[in-house]
């Protein structure tokens, strides 16, 4: 990640970042050039050893695709996948790494805990505030839980297959100041396994503990 400098400043931003991700969290690359053969790479990969499936290949690599642009086209650095494995089980989840530029270019931006503030007067379905200390600096933690009547019940289509929504996830948002700029850093967690919903923030919490500024 190169972040651009923002303000004059006697020294500049980090240069970039760094996290530890467990194993089995494989990385897209979300530059145009790049993003479809990281995504074949990692299709390649789920579906290794396994030839009778084309149509779930197929579907597969079309929503990576879809995802890995809108998280380009948003603002986002880099996407993860979790391919890690528990027993015979893959467990869901992703990682969302985004810029965030000043919310008010040539004025004076709300702070996180401002920010925080307002989120928590705000209200909302299954959402928790807080602030949290991570050794990168202060975050704004948001959390989202669906409620029940977000699960939606499969459907027939007329050839007969079966389709459902998207399934509900909670979602783990760390926001953090990027230190000497006007910046900030958005770590955006999500799984659909809700029933461990609870485990999956620990597991989370671990990962944006352990972001780390690099300086050149």
Known sequence: MTVPAGMDRTQ?????YQLLLPDGWFRIDLEPERRRQAVDALVNRQFNGVD???????????????????AFDQGGLELYISLQRAGALTIPAS?????????RPGGQSPSLRELADELGAEGGRGRTVSMVELAAGTAMKVR??????????????????????????????YQLGVPRSDMNLLLTFSTPLVQIAD?????FDAVAGSLRWKDE
């Open 95 to 103: 990682l969302l790494v985004t810029l965030i530029p000043p919310m």
């Open 144 to 173: 989202i839980d669906p409620d029940a009547t977000d699960v939606k019940e499969p459907v027939l289509t007329t050839s007969g297959e079966k389709e459902i929504d998207a399934l509900p996830s909670v979602t783990v948002d």
């Open 52 to 70: 009778n499936e084309p149509r779930l290949r197929r579907l597969l690599r079309q929503e990576l695709v879809e995802r890995a642009t809108n």
């Open 199 to 203: 485990a999956m923030v620990e597991l």
């Open 12 to 16: 500049p931003p980090p240069s970039d």
